[in-house]
């Protein structure tokens, strides 16, 4: 099993439509777990993380944390042309480098 | 801000050449990373360095090496590059241990010819 799996895409939606980014992880000892965002020819960019079950919202974004089913979503609402992009997702472990998922490619369709 | 400055956006070296891919962070950060990255592939980690003078190889080292001289500075040789290391290299710092939040430069894109 990969350490983090994510589906690559490309995940299509509306514009104002509700966009939903899903992260399964298989290290049972990650204890938070960060999205980057990586627009096309440029660096990722840290967006959120969460660390405890449940949800943590900022904006229109909401991150989705279920440990025991090792499963973490990101939620995008309100969805803009501007939020097309390549959405990854990197559980953190303590004292090792983070490991990211190969992204979802999310395409805004105005 | 933290800002990584990778020296060059764009790079065309020839097969065989050494190449020297430099990345500078100004936060006083302790870790700093490299990897690479492919379509399909996502992001690797080539080396880190938790310390000066310290490096740890990540999960696709062969045909690379690291040094860390000064604490702001980390670069990444090409002993004698080729065609397959082609690719898009990310460097990235962090404050604490190798699972804080990293921050990127804006990438080094290396064609080998």
């Known amino acids: 099993q990969k350490e983090v799996e994510q589906n690559s895409g490309p995940l299509s939606v509306p514009e104002g439509a509700i966009a939903s980014l899903n992260c399964t992880y298989s290290d049972r000892g990650s204890q938070s777990f960060f999205w980057y965002r990586q627009y096309s020819g440029k660096s990722p960019e840290l967006i959120m993380f969460i660390y405890s079950n449940g949800d943590k919202e900022d904006g229109r974004f909401t991150a989705q944390l279920n440990k025991a089913s090792q499963y973490v979503s990101l939620l995008i609402r309100d969805s803009q042309p501007s939020d097309s992009a390549t959405y990854l997702c990197a559980p953190k472990r303590r004292n090792t480098p983070l490991v990211f998922g190969k992204g979802t490619r999310l395409s805004v369709i105005a | 801000d933290v800002k990584v400055t990778q020296s060059s956006r764009y790079l065309v070296k020839r097969t065989g050449e050494k190449v020297f891919l430099e990345c500078v962070q100004d936060?006083?950060?302790?870790?700093m990373f490299w990897y690479r990255q492919d379509p399909g592939l996502g992001l690797r980690l080539i080396y880190f360095s938790y310390d000066v003078k310290m490096k740890e190889k990540g999960d696709i080292p062969e045909g690379y090496s690291v040094s860390r001289e000064k604490k702001e500075r980390f670069s990444l040789i090409l002993e004698s590059a080729s065609t397959n290391q082609t690719s898009m290299y990310l460097c990235?710092?962090?404050?604490?241990?190798?699972?804080?939040?990293?921050?990127f430069g804006a990438g080094t894109r290396l064609s080998v010819l």
């Open positions: 990235a710092s962090s404050l604490y241990g190798g699972g804080d939040i990293q921050y």
């Open positions: 936060m006083d950060h302790e870790n």
